[in-house]
C-alpha cells in the first residue's frame, strides 16, 4: 500500500491547527492574567497516531511508521489541589481570627483607656471627690460635685456595658445574616450545586470545563474562610461540601442542604458564635466589668452605711454595670457615723478605697482585653503572612506569568509560521507534479 | 526546582509590602501626632495595666497635696489665733500682778477688772477664729460657735478630730479644740482660762483679804499653769505645720516622679520615634520606587 501524495500537507494543516490552538489558549491566558482564580491553562501538544506503513516499506523489507503531525491531546488547568487544601485551612484561620480582632477592636476603643476619658479617669476622680468631701464636710456644693462625679462614672460604666453588649449583638446579627436562607453561605452552596450539575454535563460529552473548575474553586476558597470545609471529589466532576460541623452536606452533587444549625464550625461563623456566646469572650469581659462595679457598689455601700445611713449606690445585683446609680441626695450623703458637721470619718475612709480592689479589678480587666487584643492581632498577621506564602505558591503554580506566555506567543507564531511554510513547499512539489509533468518537448 | 515567579504574585507581593510599610509609618505617624506611645491596651498590655496605676497614684498624690494645703491653712490659722490668746493671757498676767498688790485702791481694781472681762472677750473671740467660714477650735462642730459672748461661758463645740489625710493610709489631726484651753467657766470650775479668768475679774472686784490672796497666789498660779499649757499646745500645732509643710514637700517630689514615670510608660521618645519615622519613610518610598519599576517592565518592551 502506497502512501497519499497529500499526506504532507495533511501534517502541515495539522499542524497550523495546533499551534492555532496553542495560540488561542495563550490568548486566553493573557486575557485573564488578572481574572482573580483563573488557572493558567496549556494546550498539550501529542504527535498524532502515526501512518502503518506495511512490509516494504524500508529497505530490507520491514514494516515502518509514518509521522502525521501533532494534535492537542487536552487543555489542562495547572492546579496543585494540595495547595488548595493548604489555602482553605489557612483562609479559615484568617476569617476566624480577622473576625476576632474586629469585634474585639469595639471593645478595646469602648474602653478609651489609657487616657482622661476612661473610667479609671473617673475612678480616681471619685475618690478625689470623696477626699474633697473630707476637707469640707460642711460645703453643699462639694456633695452636689460627688454625686455628679459618681453619676458621670456610673454613667460611663452602663455605656462601657452597653457597647460590649453591642459587640456582642453585632456578631449575632453579623452570623445571622451570613447564615440565613438567601444569605452569603447559602448563595455560594447553590453557585456551586449549579457548577457541579454543569460541569457534569461537560465531561458527558466529553469536554474539559476547565473555567468552571476555576469558578467552582474560588466559591470554595470563599466558603472557607466562613467555617471549616471537607471537600470530597464525588468522581463524576461533582463535588460533596461539607460545611463546619453541620450535619448533613452543605452541596451534593446538585442537592443544597442549607440553612442548617452550627455549633462549632470554626473560621468566621465559628468566632462570631464565639462572640456572641453567653459564656464568650465578650461575655466574660461584662461579667468581669459587673463583679468590678459591685465590688466598687459594695465597697462604698459598707462604709457608707457605717454610721446607719443609706446606701450610696444602687445596682441590681448579676448587672451592675448596667444599673448602677447614685441612690442618695445631697443631703443623704454621709460623711461621719457622729453627724457632726465637721466629722468626716467616712468620706476618709471611703477615700482610702483609693488603689484598692475595684481599682485593681478594673485595670486587670482592661490589661486582659489587651493582651488578649494584642494575641488576636498578632495572630491574625500571621495568618496573613501565611495565607499570603500558600497562595504565592499557588499562584506559583497557577498563575499567568506575562512573560512566559509572551515567549509561549511568539514559539507558536513560529510554529504556525513554520507549517505554513511546509504547506507551501508542498504545495510547490505538487505544482511540479501536477503542472509540469508531461509537457517534455512542448 | 525553581519557583515560577507569576505577575499576580509579584503584585500582589508589592502591595502587601506597601501595605505592611504603610501601616508601620501609620503608627510612627499616629505615635508623633498624639505623643503618645500607648493610645490603646493591645499597644502594650502590660504598660496600659502600668499606666493605669500611675495614673491613680499620680491623681492620690495630687489629692493628698490638696489635702496638706487645706490642713496647711488651718494649722496657720489655728496658730495665728493662739498667738493672740497667748497675748491676751500674758497681758492678763501682767493685770493680775498689777491688781494684786495692795497699793491699789478699790477704783484701779475696778479698772483692772473691767479690762479683765474685756480680754476675756477677746478670748471668747479668738477661741471663734475660723478657716474658710470653719470654726476651727470647735471640733468637728465647725458650723458651730465654740462660745457665744457675754455672760455664758459653755463650750458649744465638741471633742472631735478633725483629720486630713496626707498620704495611702496617713491621717493627721489637725484640730485643738477650745474646750481644753478655755473650759466652761466658772460653773464648772474646771481651772481652766475662762474660770480662772473670771475668778480674777471677782476677786479684783472683792475686798475681803482673801480675795487679795487669792489674786498673789492661786490665781496667778492657775493663770501660769494654763499659760504652760497654752504653749504646751502651741507647739503642738507648730509640730503639725511642720509635718504638714515636710509632706507637702514629700509630695511634690512624688508627683514630679509618678509624672516622670507615667510620661516614660506613655509618651512618645520623639527623639526616636523621629529617627523612625525617617526610616520608615524613606523605606515605604524605595519600595514604591521599586514596585513602579519593577510593575512596568516586562518582556513586552523588549518584542518587536
Known amino acids: ?442 | 526546582m525553581t519557583i515560577r515567579i507569576t505577575d499576580s504574585m509579584v503584585s500582589r507581593t508589592i502591595l502587601s509590602d506597601l501595605g505592611a510599610a504603610d501601616n508601620r509609618l501609620a503608627l510612627t505617624q499616629r505615635r508623633l501626632a498624639s505623643g503618645k506611645q500607648l493610645t490603646r491596651p493591645s499597644d502594650d498590655p502590660f504598660g496600659t495595666n502600668r499606666a493605669i496605676q500611675l495614673r491613680g497614684e499620680l491623681e492620690g498624690t495630687r489629692q493628698y497635696r490638696r489635702n496638706v494645703n487645706d490642713g496647711s491653712g488651718w494649722a496657720t490659722a489655728t496658730e495665728a489665733a493662739l498667738t493672740r490668746i497667748t497675748d491676751i493671757v500674758q497681758r492678763a498676767r501682767e493685770l493680775l500682778v498689777d491688781g494684786g498688790n495692795d497699793s491699789n485702791g478699790p477704783v484701779a481694781r475696778e479698772a483692772i477688772a473691767t479690762e479683765i472681762d474685756q480680754l476675756t472677750e477677746s478670748l471668747k473671740q479668738e477661741a471663734n477664729a475660723t478657716y474658710g467660714g470653719r470654726y476651727v477650735f470647735a471640733g468637728t462642730a465647725t458650723e458651730t460657735r465654740p462660745y457665744e459672748l457675754g455672760a455664758v461661758d459653755t463650750y458649744a463645740g465638741n471633742a472631735g478630730s478633725v483629720a486630713r489625710v496626707i498620704g495611702a493610709g496617713v491621717s493627721v489631726s489637725i484640730n485643738v479644740s477650745a474646750h481644753a484651753l478655755l473650759g466652761d467657766g466658772q460653773g464648772a470650775a474646771d481651772n481652766k482660762l475662762l474660770d480662772v479668768m473670771r475668778d480674777v475679774s471677782e476677786n479684783l472686784r472683792g475686798s475681803t483679804v482673801a480675795d487679795s490672796e487669792a489674786l498673789r497666789g492661786t490665781d496667778l498660779k492657775r493663770l501660769d499653769t494654763n499659760l504652760d499649757e497654752l504653749t504646751r499646745v502651741r507647739a503642738v500645732v507648730g509640730a503639725t505645720a511642720n509635718r504638714l509643710e515636710a509632706a507637702g514637700a514629700r509630695l511634690d517630689e512624688l508627683e514630679e516622679s509618678s509624672t516622670d514615670l507615667l510620661s516614660k510608660v506613655e509618651d512618645t521618645d520623639m527623639a526616636e520615634t523621629l529617627v523612625q519615622y525617617s526610616t520608615q519613610k524613606a523605606a515605604y518610598e524605595s519600595a514604591l520606587r521599586a514596585g513602579a519599576s519593577i510593575v512596568q517592565t516586562s518582556l513586552l518592551d523588549f518584542l518587536h
Do not use: C
Not at chain 1, 43 to 49: D, G, K, M, N, Q
Not at chain 1, 341 to 356: K, V
Open chain 1, 1 to 442: 500500500m502506497g502512501i497519499s501524495t497529500f499526506t504532507g500537507m495533511q501534517t502541515a494543516l495539522r499542524g497550523l491547527l495546533a499551534q492555532q490552538r496553542a495560540l488561542d489558549v495563550t490568548s486566553h491566558n493573557v486575557a485573564n492574567a488578572d481574572t482573580v482564580g483563573y488557572s493558567r491553562q496549556e494546550a498539550v501538544l501529542a504527535a498524532s497516531p502515526a501512518l502503518r506503513i506495511p512490509a516494504g516499506a524500508v529497505q530490507g523489507g520491514g514494516a515502518a511508521e509514518l509521522g502525521t503531525g501533532v494534535d492537542v491531546l487536552a487543555y489542562r488547568r495547572a492546579r496543585d489541589g494540595f495547595l488548595d487544601l493548604q489555602y482553605r485551612a489557612q483562609a479559615m484561620r484568617l476569617g476566624g481570627l480577622a473576625a476576632q480582632v474586629k469585634g474585639l477592636e469595639q471593645v478595646e476603643v469602648a474602653l478609651a483607656e489609657p487616657g482622661e476619658n476612661g473610667i479609671s479617669a473617673q475612678l480616681q476622680k471619685f475618690w478625689s471627690g470623696w477626699e474633697d468631701l473630707a476637707n469640707a464636710p460642711e460645703n453643699q456644693a462639694t456633695r452636689q460635685a460627688l454625686i455628679e462625679t459618681a453619676q458621670g462614672l456610673a454613667t460611663s460604666l452602663s455605656t462601657l456595658d452597653s457597647q460590649m453588649a453591642t459587640a456582642s449583638e453585632q456578631a449575632s446579627a453579623e452570623y445571622t445574616s451570613i447564615t440565613k436562607a438567601g444569605g452569603e453561605v447559602g448563595q455560594m452552596a447553590e453557585e456551586i450545586a449549579k457548577l457541579n450539575e454543569a460541569i457534569r454535563s461537560s465531561l458527558v460529552s466529553g469536554a474539559t470545563p476547565n473555567d468552571l473548575y476555576d469558578k467552582r474553586d474560588q466559591l470554595l476558597d470563599k466558603l472557607s474562610g466562613l467555617a471549616q470545609l471537607s471537600v470530597t471529589d464525588l468522581g463524576n466532576g461533582t463535588i460533596e461540601v461539607g460545611f463546619g460541623d453541620a450535619a448533613v452536606p452543605l452541596v451534593k452533587e446538585t442537592t443544597v442542604t442549607w440553612p442548617q444549625a452550627l455549633s462549632e464550625p470554626k473560621g468566621k461563623l465559628g468566632t462570631l458564635i464565639e462572640l456572641a456566646s453567653p459564656t464568650g469572650t465578650i461575655a466574660s469581659y461584662r461579667s468581669e466589668l459587673n463583679a468590678f462595679t459591685e465590688e466598687l457598689a459594695k465597697s462604698v455601700n459598707a462604709i457608707h452605711q457605717s454610721g446607719g445611713g443609706p446606701a450610696f449606690f444602687s445596682f441590681v445585683p448579676g448587672a451592675a454595670a448596667s444599673t448602677l446609680a447614685v441612690a442618695v441626695s445631697t443631703g443623704e450623703v454621709q460623711i461621719s457615723t457622729t453627724g457632726a458637721e465637721g466629722a468626716n470619718d467616712i468620706a476618709l475612709a471611703i477615700a482610702a478605697l483609693r488603689g484598692g480592689k475595684p481599682d485593681q479589678a478594673y485595670a486587670s480587666l482592661v490589661s486582659r482585653v489587651g493582651t488578649d487584643m494584642s494575641d488576636a492581632r498578632r495572630s491574625e498577621e500571621n495568618a496573613q503572612a501565611l495565607l499570603g506564602a500558600v497562595q504565592d505558591r499557588r499562584d506559583s503554580t497557577s498563575g499567568v506569568s506575562l512573560d512566559e506566555e509572551m515567549t509561549n506567543l511568539v514559539r507558536f507564531q513560529r510554529g504556525y509560521q513554520a507549517s505554513a511554510r511546509a504547506m507551501t513547499t508542498f504545495d510547490e512539489a505538487l505544482d511540479v507534479l501536477i503542472n509540469r509533468t508531461g509537457k517534455v518537448g512542448l
